[in-house]
């Protein structure tokens, strides 16, 4: 992660010692002592030959014969250290308030670089570094090794790489091989690799005392010192940001106080080593340019005594001579598996992970120990999530997302998928430029977007997921016309290249590329075309001529300078014409480009071909976790690539927090622009949404206006979505959350709801209260809907905003207890008029009470108590009770333990009144029943989930029962009706024996 910013700091350039009058008030006195002079070598000469020759040498001729010292508040201080002759008392300045200001810096820096950045805080708790930190490889290197052509670039090379020359973070100032010691070890690594973190964890190990080598550690975040050129001193840099060291700062260049600098980041510092250009200068209290006290601190000019250690891009490695660098170190990130799952079970088994107040219970804790596993299995299988996770910044991005996925409890949720992407991508890039040293100053995203983004959108409108070297040429090189252009395309393969696309481990397809995590290639798709890079020339010529019009009006020289650019000048005349007779003509290109946007992303959320996959959440976690079960056979061909999160992002990314984070990054969309946009894409979203998606998908286009963020917008497409079919869709609780969120942008009643077979809880039920509320029927069978979940239903049914008509809990585990709940919503309810209670573990108790409550409920019309183990005088009961009811017409009692002469007397009791239908057995006396298809057809959607052998028994004492009732009649046509249910209840029998269903 970034370093914090600190307030900027000024410089100047270097000037010479002057001497000062020590009887002026608040001046100091400085007394110099020529011990020995070189006789043919005037004072003059010497400091010419200072600028001239090397510092090494310089150094080396001065070392003797001069001593300096200077007095300052009674004291004697070296300048330059290197200088200066010890003396008894200097050694002994670590005194008690030397010690105490330390101890100040410590836990004022353990307090600073201890803060987590909100992306940190948002999914959970806040991590510490000493709790989730996993130190990357990091392998000794050389400038040769960085600045010869890289080899082919394969995960096999990138791991046997890696595995050579490996060294402990607390060795890198250890003597070389030479046996020299190492006084400056430059840090480099890709974007992603873990620079800014190990650094961070250098420090707080320094603050706990785990780092002995240095007694005083002081870190510069070189993007600071960037800020400003004003002359400051290296002594005022450190007092500005580090008050509590004013006392401690003048001593450092005269004691023997083992200090270590930090400077991350330097790429972002313009360093010039040339004498010409940054002067020598030895001084801590001379004001010079931030940069040139950075330069003079490599040199070892200025306290040479210093320990340093520089982060870097490898681009700007080369910006430090290999003379002034002792180590060259490589940050490899965990290129060892093992780190990966180390840091995934430290992220993930976080007590607060789930994001409770207290310890996660028992479920939860299992729940974590299953994400874990599973994600070991699919790293273990050396798959693409491996190769992804070589960089630890990725491994941060897949536990995010795995907590998005799986512990988001809030309603609506606290984050977006496209807010998560956005928020990384601010976390590894912030608002760095691709090089500093490049007057186009572009951002870095700006550039990834341009081109990066380019190959990611090509590749989902061709469905294509792996790119050939050629695929990146035509990308990246067809636009390169200048020397500026390569070198910026030079410094993006070195630093950035490998963050966003990795070598492909599929066999057959080692030379090509994929990106790093496959949905990042939608989400950046998604940016190039949100960001009007998917331009036609006329597009692009008419944007730049109507905002140069609308600011210098029809200045022909300005115009010419831009659109010669792009156009042929043959038509230039045709064009200022054009401009001069219709100005306005040139300023519509900008609107029809949103129409484009609006128009792909429309078309592209409605993909007829992406019909009937999983939802984009289960594709997510699938691509996470991997896919349960027998693997793919290597010769057998792949599925056809789904790029249903490509229209979501584009949605996500007009969201006003994530166009705020763009514009960090320097990629701005303009809130006109998105106004336009989701104004173009109404029409044609509402429309298309109205003709009846499949689940899965209409899963996606809720995901969709949840990422989009725009309630107006999300209001106007809902209030047409009368009837929402979600069943069969795994509704965890972050899609229950979008579910509750999407639907409560509006108040208007919900036809109907079906949630049947969506592995709904208790959990999920309290998030979608309020929607359930607003639904007229509602399914809710095949769930896993138990007593406590029926504590919640009859909440809902005595709710006064409530207006449920039909209720369908059939196939959940109500049992006794839950009938209790469910028999006191009837009796208080006033809309419910069917409620269906098939095979829901009632018993003859829960029967019972259901009887009980009956007569205090005037509105019921239907009740379906089938297949509930419910015995003759419950069932005769019940039917008894239903005759007194005044409006309940249908009782369903089949597939329950009444016996032949139940059922006749439940027929006899029947007649006593007209118009009440009893569903029992398939017969009625000597004929067919006339409700047989009705019982059939349940019967027929409950065999593959019902009790096989329970279900078996019923269907044969239901062919019994045919039988001989066919038997008892002798009208030809009755039983011709008979054999041909018997015939259907056959057929059932036969396909279980079979296990067909």
């Known amino acids: 992660m970034p370093f914090r910013r600190w307030p900027p700091q000024a410089g100047s350039s270097w000037n010479r010692l002057k001497q000062m009058d020590p009887r002026k008030k608040g001046g100091r006195g400085v007394i110099a002592s020529m011990i020995h002079l070189d006789s043919t070598l005037g004072a003059g000469s010497r400091l010419v030959l200072m600028k001239i020759l090397p510092v090494e040498w310089t150094l080396c001729s001065l070392m003797s014969p001069l001593r300096v010292f200077v007095r300052h508040q009674g004291g004697y201080q070296g300048v330059p250290s290197q200088l200066a002759c010890p003396r008894p008392s200097q050694k002994a300045l670590k005194n008690v308030s030397t010690s ?19 992306e940190e805080r948002q999914f959970g708790p806040s991590f510490t570094l000493d709790t989730t930190h996993v130190d990357p490889v990091i392998r000794e290197s050389s400038l040769e090794e960085i600045l010869k052509p890289s080899p082919e670039m394969t995960i096999q090379n990138q791991l046997q790489a890696s595995r050579s020359h490996v060294i402990g ?14 006084k400056n070890v430059v840090l480099y690594g890709t974007v992603g690799t873990g620079k800014s973190t190990l650094i961070k964890k250098m420090v707080m190990d320094w603050c706990h005392g785990r780092l002995p080598r240095f007694e005083l550690l002081i870190p510069f975040s070189c993007e600071d010192l960037s800020q400003g050129n004003a002359p400051i001193s290296l002594r005022r840099v450190i007092t500005k940001k580090y008050l509590h060291l004013r006392e401690l700062v003048p001593t450092l260049g005269s004691t023997n106080l083992r200090v270590l600098f930090v400077l991350n980041g330097l790429d972002r510092l313009n360093l010039d080593f040339r004498l010409a250009h940054t002067e020598l200068c030895c001084d801590p209290n001379e004001p010079i340019p931030p940069s040139a006290i950075v330069v003079n601190l490599l040199r070892k000019y200025m306290m040479p005594e210093a320990s340093i250690i520089v982060t870097t891009r490898p681009s700007a490695v080369r910006r430090i001579p290999s003379k002034f660098v002792g180590r060259y170190i490589e940050v490899c990130g ?72 799986y512990f988001t409890k809030s309603v609506p949720p606290a984050q977006t998928l496209t807010g998560i992407y956005t928020s990384f991508l601010r976390l590894n890039f912030s608002g760095e430029v691709l090089d500093s040293t490049d007057p186009s100053d572009i951002s870095m995203m700006k550039y990834v977007a341009k081109t990066v983004g380019k190959l990611a959108y090509k590749g989902v409108m061709s469905r294509q997921t792996s790119f050939s070297e050629e695929d990146l040429r035509r990308c990246f090189e067809v636009e390169m016309k200048t020397e500026s252009e390569l070198n910026l395309l030079n410094v993006f393969r070195r630093d950035v290249f490998s963050f966003f696309l990795t070598p492909c481990v599929q066999s057959g397809k080692e030379h090509t590329f994929v990106f790093t995590i496959p949905a990042m290639q939608e989400y950046l798709a998604a940016l190039y075309v949100v960001l009007g890079e998917k331009k036609t020339l006329t597009q692009r010529v008419g944007k730049e001529v109507s905002e140069v019009i609308g600011k210098v009006g029809e200045d022909v020289a300005v115009v010419l300078s831009i659109v010669s650019k792009v156009l042929p000048l043959r038509i230039l005349p045709l064009l200022f014409n054009l401009i001069k007779i219709f100005p306005r003509y040139f300023s519509r290109f900008s609107s029809k480009d949103r129409d484009t946007i609006a128009h792909t992303m429309a078309v592209e959320m409605f993909k007829e071909e992406d019909y009937f996959n ?22 057998e061909a792949p599925d056809d690539e789904v790029f249903e999160l490509f229209p979501i992002f584009m949605g996500g990314l007009l969201s006003r927090r994530n166009r705020a984070i763009l514009d960090q990054l320097g990629c701005p969309i303009k809130n006109l622009a998105a106004f336009e946009i989701a104004k173009a894409m109404k029409k044609t979203v509402i429309r298309n949404s109205r003709k009846g998606l499949p689940p899965s998908e209409l899963m996606d286009y809720l995901f969709f206006l949840h990422e989009f963020q725009n309630e107006r917008f999300t209001a106007e497409a809902i209030q047409s979505l009368r009837t929402i079919n979600l069943s069969s869709v795994k509704m965890t609780p972050l899609k229950c959350s979008v579910l509750a969120s999407v639907v409560g942008t509006t108040s208007h009643e919900v036809e109907e709801l079906n949630l049947a077979s969506c592995h709904l809880d208790v959990n999920s039920l309290r998030i979608l209260f309020p929607i359930l509320l607003r639904c007229k029927k509602l399914h809710l ?50 809309s419910l008029t069917h409620l269906s209670l098939l095979h829901t573990s009632l018993g003859n108790q829960g029967v019972e009470v259901i009887t009980q409550h009956l007569a205090t409920n005037r509105n019921l019309q239907e009740l379906d108590v089938a297949y509930n183990s419910v015995t003759d005088a419950v069932a005769l009961a019940l039917v008894g009770e239903a005759k007194q009811h005044v409006t309940l017409e249908t009782v369903h009692l089949y597939f329950n333990e009444i016996s032949e002469e139940g059922k006749q007397a439940l027929h006899a009791l029947r007649k006593d009144r007209d118009g009440i239908k009893v569903l029992i057995f398939l017969s009625m006396g000597a004929d067919v029943s006339d409700y047989w298809a009705i019982i059939l057809n349940v019967v027929q959607k409950n065999l593959p989930i019902w009790d096989r052998d329970r279900v078996q028994q019923h269907l044969g004492l239901l062919l019994e029962d045919l039988r001989c009732s066919r038997q008892r009649t002798a009208n030809p046509w009755k039983k011709a009706k008979f054999i041909r249910v018997e015939n259907e209840v056959k057929r059932m029998l036969g396909d279980l024996q079979r296990g067909s269903l």
């Open 169 to 182: 973070l607390h060795n890198l100032f250890d003597v070389d091989a030479c046996g020299n010691q190492v």
């Open 614 to 635: 999983d939802d984009v959440l289960d594709q997510i976690n699938f691509s996470i976790l991997g896919v349960e079960g027998p693997m793919r056979h290597p010769d």
């Open 781 to 830: 069978q095949l769930n896993s809907l138990g007593p406590e979940a029926c504590k919640l239903i009859r909440d809902l049914l005595l709710h006064e905003k409530c207006v449920v008509s039909t209720l369908r809990l059939a196939d959940n585990p109500v049992m006794e207890q839950g009938a209790h709940y469910l028999a006191e919503g009837i009796a208080g309810n006033s």
């Open 100 to 118: 105490e200001a330390i101890e100040k810096h410590r836990k004022s820096l353990a307090d600073w670089f201890c803060q987590q950045p909100n």
């Open 334 to 405: 965990f290129s060892d598996i093992n780190l990966q799952k180390l840091y995934f079970r430290m992220r993930l088994h976080q007590p607060e992970c789930i994001g409770a107040s207290g310890p996660p219970t028992a479920e939860e804790a299992n729940e974590q120990d299953n994400l874990v596993e599973m994600l070991s299995r699919n790293l273990e299988r050396h798959n693409q999530i491996a190769a992804a996770c070589f960089l630890p910044s990725y491994c941060w991005l897949v536990c995010t997302t795995l907590h998005f996925l």
